[in-house]
């Protein structure tokens, strides 16, 4: 029975700890990274919370890959890009972990350099995205991130729907 009551004590206090992550003026930096039908990507952002179930962030990125045909190496692919999401928070279980609805504009430069002209084609890119994010706050200030997002991009390049999953951390100030 000690034990027991040892182990719900420890979960209230984190549960407590984490309950202060989503509250109005909290200000968190993210890294993630991941899969994207161009290779992979990474990110640096910040989030803003506006209230317990709303933040607004920003996010930069940078996306990379390596085209091959017939077996040589052809192009490498690059793109520049910013998100500007919101995010709902339509559920958490225990203040633990956050499932959270995404959705804003996305603006970026994509480059494509042909290995043997040394060319670089590129493009500007704008549209919107939607997406989903998990938080499972591992302590106070720490947050494991699970996400994915679909952009649906207008102007000319490579391609005009694109979907990303990736994984990162937070950290909250």
Not at 4 to 33: M, N, P, R
Request: proline fraction near 2%; charged fraction near 15%.
């Amino acid at each position: 029975m000690k034990q027991i009551l040892t182990v719900f004590l420890v979960l209230i206090g984190l549960s407590a700890a984490a309950q202060v992550q989503h509250a109005k003026g909290i200000l968190s930096a993210e890294l993630d990274g991941g899969l994207s039908p161009y290779g992979y990507y990474v990110g640096a952002g910040a989030s803003y919370y506006l209230g317990r179930n709303f933040y607004v962030k920003a996010v930069a990125n940078y996306e990379y890959k390596s085209k091959t045909t017939n077996g040589g190496l052809d192009r490498v692919q690059y793109s520049y890009y910013l998100d500007v999401p919101a995010a709902f928070t339509f559920f958490s279980f225990n203040d633990l972990v956050y499932f959270n609805i995404v959705g804003g504009l996305s603006v970026g430069y994509y480059l494509e350099q042909p290995i043997e002209t040394f060319e670089l084609p590129s493009s500007f890119q704008y549209g919107g995205l939607v997406g989903g994010e998990i938080e499972v706050f591992v302590n106070s200030k720490i947050a494991i991130l699970l996400n994915t997002n679909s952009k649906y991009l207008f102007g000319k390049g490579f391609g005009d729907k694109r979907f990303y999953y990736g994984m990162g951390v937070k950290y909250s100030f």
